[in-house]
């Protein structure tokens, strides 16, 4: 069964950091484009990074960049994003999914989603 499993999120002050992993199962990641997204309540779904399956390349949303990094380790069929100087705005629940790169800051999941792990930045 194809499945990807995000886990890593939790409650973290802002300024604060948490690293997200979304592991696969039944398929290899490193063929794939993957990409984390994030939604809040009441918003559409954001794209946030997307790292390539042919070199490697990464791409951020405006929102993100400077702040996440998204990393693959292909021996352990997992990608991360670590996330630095959180803000309470980042509050949201994080998804990894199979990613399409739309433009160099804009970028659509596909395929199956999991049940998203929470983020919540709040003192």
């Known amino acids: 069964q194809v499945q990807l499993v995000e886990s890593g999120g939790g409650l973290v002050q802002p300024g604060g950091s948490l690293r997200l992993s979304c592991a696969a199962s039944g398929f290899t990641l490193d063929y794939y484009t993957i990409g984390w997204f994030r939604q809040a309540p009441g918003k559409e779904r954001e794209g946030l990074s997307c790292i390539s399956s042919s070199d490697g390349s990464t791409y951020y949303a405006d929102s993100v960049k400077g702040r996440f990094t998204i990393s693959r380790d292909n021996a352990k069929n997992t990608v991360y994003l670590q996330m630095n100087s959180l803000k309470p705005e980042d509050t949201a629940v994080y998804y990894c999914?199979?990613?399409?790169?739309?433009?160099?800051?804009?970028?659509?999941?596909?395929?199956?989603w999991g049940q998203g792990t929470q983020v919540t930045v709040s003192s």
């Open positions: 999914a199979l990613c399409t790169v739309v433009a160099a800051t804009t970028m659509l999941g596909f395929g199956s």
